[in-house]
């Protein structure tokens, strides 16, 4: 509940701050406010359940870079990167590196311009979580495999995959 609440009121934030409303960001950067509303990540966060733990790790702020490490029986390995860069009049380029084997994330790079944002929402149920965000024009720019073939629609309707949130009171 309170990764719900606190992805509300960014969004509500985010709108503000993209319709020229004074709003501050609460002590967080552009990036990190699209990256949690984007991704669902915070850097800093750490998941343990009985036998794996999910760690978000930053290591570069400008743009922002977050690394997700995860350990099991002793073995540690980053399982992809996500960065997002702030291009100005609430436009971000983000991007993800998929690390595993098992292609989890993929790999591809999208332009998302919330200049003309109305509303952002969490969309739950089928295979994934997603975030509807209403006014949004998100163009998919590179992707490792067929990333961009697969989101395109979702894409053309202001709705992207959301990963996150991995802590424990989603």
Known sequence: MKTKLLASVLAGVLISACSGSSSPFDGK???????????????????????FELKVLASQDKPLVLTINGSAQGQSRDVATFSVTD???????????????????????????????TDAKLVYGGPTDSIALS????????SGRRE??????????????????ID???
């Not at 009049?89 to 998302?112: H, P």
């Not at 006014?135 to 590179?142: E, M, N, P, R, T």
Request: net charge neutral; charged share 25%.
């Open 87 to 117: 291009q100005g009049n609430c436009s971000f380029l983000y991007s993800v590196v998929d690390k595993g084997d098992q292609n989890t994330f993929g790999t591809w790079q999208a332009r998302i311009d919330l200049s003309g944002l």
């Open 148 to 165: 961009c073939e697969w989101m395109g629609k979702n894409f053309a309707k202001g709705t992207m995959v959301r990963f996150g949130p």
């Open 168 to 170: 424990l009171d989603e």
């Open 29 to 51: 950067s552009p990036e990190e406010v699209a990256m949690f509303i984007f991704g669902g990540f915070q850097k800093g966060t750490v998941r343990k359940d009985k036998d």
């Open 135 to 142: 006014g949004s024009k998100i163009q998919c720019l590179a």
